[in-house]
């Protein structure tokens, strides 16, 4: 009686199979790197009906061995396909919402042979967004006519903004001459009488106040 070969999958050429194990090395990077929130699959492509060949934190419950999704199946139709489609919504089972990111990787011959999948669960974000929304969350319409800045910062601050606009600079790049220079511009111009002056032009040079304190005396 003769015996029945064994199915043993499709026939992989050294690149195809080296690039599947490369692949999968970069799934486990990227899962081990964004854990526990993104799940990350490898799908082997010239197995479609089980192209599940690894997956990272398991966010959808599927396992290795299921079929393709239907970008999988496009892409082995369509060697033109777009080979990155990235931050498109999705879905999990449980109606979790996603975002979702699929990059189809071609052989030398320009046909897909795998795609590495990443599958970000939202839920917990949208969570963080919904309270950090409420949190900044501010009533303008019956707020109290007052003021934690002291009079005068906005115009120290315009003035310090337009004195390094004529040197094409920022207040932060401005070199130690001329910040001298503009020390000099702003007690002429009696803005150094603002409360905290000191404090107020040190934060937007980006410096200490003991350093403005110096160029203030030179």
């Known amino acids: 009686m003769k015996k029945s070969k064994v199915d043993t999958g499709p026939v992989r050429s050294a690149e195809q199979a080296l690039l599947l194990e490369?692949?999968?090395?970069?799934?486990?990077?990227?899962?081990?790197t964004f854990a526990p929130f993104c799940e990350v699959v490898v799908h082997d492509l010239l197995e479609p009906q089980h192209s599940v060949l690894a997956i990272h934190n398991n966010l959808s419950g599927r396992e290795v061995g299921q079929?393709?999704?239907e970008l999988g199946l496009a892409r082995i139709l369509d060697p033109a396909f777009p080979q990155v489609v990235a931050n498109y919504p999705n879905k999990f089972a449980d109606g979790r919402q996603a975002k979702s990111t699929s990059i189809g990787i071609k052989d030398g011959d320009g046909n897909y042979i795998a795609?590495?999948?990443m599958n970000?669960?939202?839920t917990l974000f949208q969570g963080f967004q919904s309270a950090i929304g409420q949190f900044?969350?501010?009533?303008?319409?019956n707020a109290p006519k007052e003021t934690l800045d002291p009079a005068g910062a906005d115009a120290l601050r315009a003035r310090i903004d337009q004195f390094a606009?004529?040197?094409?600079?920022t207040p932060r790049t401005l070199k130690t001459p001329a910040r001298k220079a503009l020390l000099v511009e702003l007690r002429v111009a009696g803005?150094?009488?603002?409360?905290?002056?000191?404090?107020?032009?040190?934060?937007h040079l980006g410096v200490s106040r003991a350093?403005?304190?110096?160029?203030?005396?030179?």
Do not use: F, H, N
């Open 22 to 32: 490369q692949i999968k090395q970069v799934a486990e990077g990227l899962a081990k």
């Open 67 to 69: 079929p393709t999704t």
């Open 115 to 117: 795609a590495l999948c």
């Open 120 to 122: 970000l669960d939202l």
């Open 136 to 141: 900044v969350a501010i009533d303008s319409d």
């Open 165 to 169: 606009a004529r040197l094409a600079a």
């Open 191 to 203: 803005l150094l009488d603002v409360r905290r002056a000191m404090e107020i032009i040190a934060e």
């Open 211 to 218: 350093a403005v304190y110096t160029y203030a005396k030179s």
